[in-house]
Each structure stands twice: as structure tokens, then as C-alpha cells.
């Protein structure tokens, strides 16, 4: 089936540390990879993306590889900022595209 | 741009009563959905629309219909209102014919079923 684990959360970390969040997936066919960013009462907004394997997804400093070897899409930030604190979503689409997969979410507190 | 925008954003209902979210895009996308968020669970898929005048079920269609009003709108009904139905409703669209084709999403209708 297709299905996707990201780490739990919360994370904390201080301002300016550095941030992964693991994301793996399973996938029946040649998914694409997204990360999506929840702040607080607000939608989803589409963070990044990678449409095949060793693509790198990047945007306001995060970036994430799709590793198709490892079935990972792992986020990273080299400093992180209060400004990050919000929920990290891993989602997968297949190319019929009908369909996504979501991760459970990583919430992500940054302390000053 | 005003993107997806649902309403209402927020609904209290008592177990039994209906009502109906609405979901709204401009951007010319062909297909939508309707998700539930809950604590823990992620984004779960109640119905989508490929294209106009088409639905499917999800992960999670019971206690729900949808309607495929025309290709801007797309709405989700509970006919009889549960606990188990409390949860943030969020509506997505897509251009499915794009080869990224990510979604996007309303800001959310929270909705408690007492």
C-alpha cells in the first residue's frame, strides 16, 4: 500500500539550532514528495516538493532529497527560527495524482 | 488571490442536526477534496472530485455526502451530525494535469458536534 511515517513530535529546539524531521514513505508507484507547513489556525501551505528520485526540494531555507534508495524526504534547516514554530506535514502523490498521503504531523516549537 | 475559501470556519451542532460546508476555489482547478484533521491522526480523505461531475470515496466517506456543484464548488454534508464528526474539515483543490500538481488548501472549518 502506499503510506507515510514521519517522526513524532513535538520537537523543541532553541533559535538557530539545526532541525531534521524524518519523513519515510511506502508507494505502489513513482511518487511525488511534498512537505507541508501548518501555522497555528491556519490551512496547509505547500513548503516544498520533488517529483523524482534525487530531486531536492527547497524554500525559505529548509530542503529536503528525495532518496528513493532509503524511501526518504527528510527535512532540514540549518538554523531554525521562532518564526518556524508551526506543524511539518510529509505527503506523497502518486502520478495518477488522485489521491495524497499524509504523515501524522511534527509539531516544531522553537524557543528563543 | 483568494485561492480555496470555505465556510464556515467555525459550527457548533448538536448529534442529529445537518449542515452543510461549503468550498470555493478560483484558481481553475479541475480537482477537489475534502480532508479531516485530528489530534495525532494527520490528514485523513473523506471524498474527492477528479473532474466535474465525478466523486469518490476516501479513507473516511461514512456519515458524509458530497456534491460536485461545478467546477469552482464542492461541497460536504453530514446529514445527521455525530461526536465522532467533531474535527477541522479542510477543503484542497489541485490541477491534476500538472506534473507537480500539489494541493491547496482553505483555511480550515472547525466544526464540534455536541
Known amino acids: 500500500g502506499n503510506s507515510v511515517t514521519q517522526m513524532e513530535g513535538p520537537v523543541t529546539l532553541s533559535e538557530e539550532a539545526f532541525l531534521t524531521i524524518n519523513c519515510t514513505y511506502t508507494a505502489t508507484g513513482y511518487p511525488s514528495l511534498f512537505w507541508y507547513v501548518q501555522y497555528p489556525g491556519e490551512g496547509l501551505q505547500l513548503l516544498l516538493k520533488?517529483?523524482?528520485?534525487?530531486d531536492k526540494g527547497s524554500n525559505k531555507g529548509f530542503e529536503a532529497t528525495y532518496r528513493k534508495e532509503t524511501t526518504s524526504f527528510h527535512l532540514e534547516k540549518g538554523s531554525v527560527q521562532v518564526s518556524d514554530s508551526a506543524v511539518y506535514f510529509c505527503a506523497l502523490g502518486l502520478r495518477e495524482f488522485n489521491k495524497f498521503y499524509f504523515g501524522s504531523g511534527t509539531k516544531l516549537n522553537v524557543k528563543p | 488571490n483568494a485561492g480555496v475559501t470555505q465556510t464556515p470556519k467555525f459550527q457548533v451542532l448538536k448529534t442529529g442536526q445537518s449542515m452543510t460546508l461549503q468550498c470555493a476555489q478560483d484558481m481553475n482547478h479541475n480537482s477537489m477534496y475534502w480532508y479531516r484533521q485530528d489530534p495525532g491522526m494527520g490528514l485523513r480523505l473523506i471524498y474527492y472530485s477528479a473532474s466535474e461531475g465525478t466523486t469518490d470515496k476516501g479513507e473516511v466517506p461514512n456519515g458524509y455526502n458530497v456534491s460536485r456543484l461545478n467546477k469552482r464548488e464542492f461541497s460536504l454534508r453530514l446529514e445527521s451530525a455525530a461526536p465522532s464528526q467533531t474535527s477541522v474539515y479542510f477543503c484542497?483543490?489541485?490541477?491534476?494535469?500538472?506534473?507537480?500538481?500539489?494541493?491547496?488548501f482553505g483555511e480550515g472549518s472547525r466544526l464540534t458536534v455536541l
Open positions: 484542497a483543490s489541485r490541477y491534476s494535469r500538472s506534473t507537480t500538481g500539489e494541493l491547496f
Open positions: 520533488a517529483t523524482k528520485a534525487d
